[in-house]
């Protein structure tokens, strides 16, 4: 049997690539910290004799004993809101974390997958973005502890490729959506379906022209699996390129949600990227990938599961306004 160590298991992304490896028979060692990540997740695994939790920081030295055939690195803050209250975490996962399950993989000789982002463009002057474009972070703003420690990333998983032969795998993640999000991360598609159940206003930052494209979780996660399988380590993106103003997106919560409420306006946050759309010819070329769910199909799919929270899991969100640290 296949062993893989999946870190950030309890997150978004780590707990369906969990569930992903477990239905392809591996041996699933799930490892997180808990800051971000919440083992509601996955507790549905822990019945299952191949699967394990391991409660554990990787910015400390990491041990796994046995084997090990695939690593997948996917712990890390992944939201502006917890970029802005856990900053130096944040450099420190992708930094030192990083190196430390590199040096893992070295150790084990296994194949190793980095999860980078959309993010290392900063807001791109190159639309849509491909993968050759070096991007445009400011590396002192709010966003630059996690851009910084994304590109640092990469950086190190191509020297432990090229220095050490490690095999490594690099993908960049475009705003991804589905089951599981955390409510209060501040995230554009839980806040607005969170304000809706909730009866409150949609809150669009700026005047709302900035643009995303999102990709449900079902199709990323099948772009990661292929790209782990595949013998390409140069970094690919997984995204889906149906791209969509922030203004047009709220009135499509507003129909799909049936809420009665309106739209208001908030400041921009500092540096949030004016326009993002992933271009995936080499997924398309190398991974055979394309994404297969539209947003229309994922998007009833997320708010059925927000709606599945309780009044009380609800009422904890946190609102996102950088309006007063923007000054
Ligand atoms: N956004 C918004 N209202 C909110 C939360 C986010 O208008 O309540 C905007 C945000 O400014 C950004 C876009 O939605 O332009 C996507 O934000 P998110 O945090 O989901 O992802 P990221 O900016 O990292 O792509």
Not at 47 to 69: I, N, R, S
């Amino acid at each position: 049997m296949k062993k893989i160590l999946i870190t950030g298991a309890a997150g978004f992304l780590g707990s369906h690539l969990c569930d992903r490896f477990i239905n392809e028979g591996f041996h699933v060692i799930a490892m997180d910290n808990l800051i971000t990540g919440d083992l509601k997740n996955i507790e549905h695994l822990f019945k299952l004799e191949q699967f394990e939790f391991y409660h554990h920081d990787v910015t400390k030295f990491v041990h796994v004993p046995g084997k090990l055939d695939y690593i997948l690195h996917f712990a890390s803050p992944a939201s502006p809101i917890d970029y802005l209250k856990i900053p130096i975490q944040t450099l420190k996962v992708g930094a030192l974390g990083t190196h430390n399950l590199l040096g893992l993989a070295r150790e084990k000789k296994a194949r190793i997958l980095i999860a980078s982002t959309s993010e290392i463009y900063g807001d791109p002057l190159v639309h849509p973005q491909t993968e050759e474009y070096y991007g445009n972070v400011n590396t002192i703003g709010p966003r630059g502890v996690y851009d910084e420690a994304k590109r640092f990333q990469e950086s190190i998983t191509m020297a432990y490729h090229r220095f050490h032969g490690l095999e490594t795998r690099i993908v960049r993640i475009f705003n991804t959506y589905g089951p599981r999000m955390r409510l209060n991360d501040g995230r554009v598609i839980p806040a607005f379906m969170g304000q809706a159940l909730r009866g409150e206003d949609l809150t669009v930052f700026g005047d709302g022209s900035q643009t995303r494209s999102f990709c449900y979780v079902d199709d990323e996660i099948e772009g990661i699996y292929r790209l782990l399988m595949s013998d390409y380590s140069y970094p690919v993106n997984i995204g889906n390129p149906n791209e969509i103003t922030i203004k047009d997106f709220a009135e499509e919560i507003i129909k799909l949600t049936g809420t009665t409420q309106k739209v208001i306006y908030k400041d921009l946050p500092q540096d949030d990227p004016l326009q993002r759309q992933p271009d995936i010819s080499k997924a398309k070329e190398i991974l055979g990938w394309e994404p297969k769910v539209g947003r229309a199909e994922g998007m009833k799919k997320t708010f059925d599961y927000f709606k599945t929270l309780s009044k009380k899991e609800l009422k904890k969100t946190e609102h996102r306004d950088f309006s007063s640290r923007n000054k």
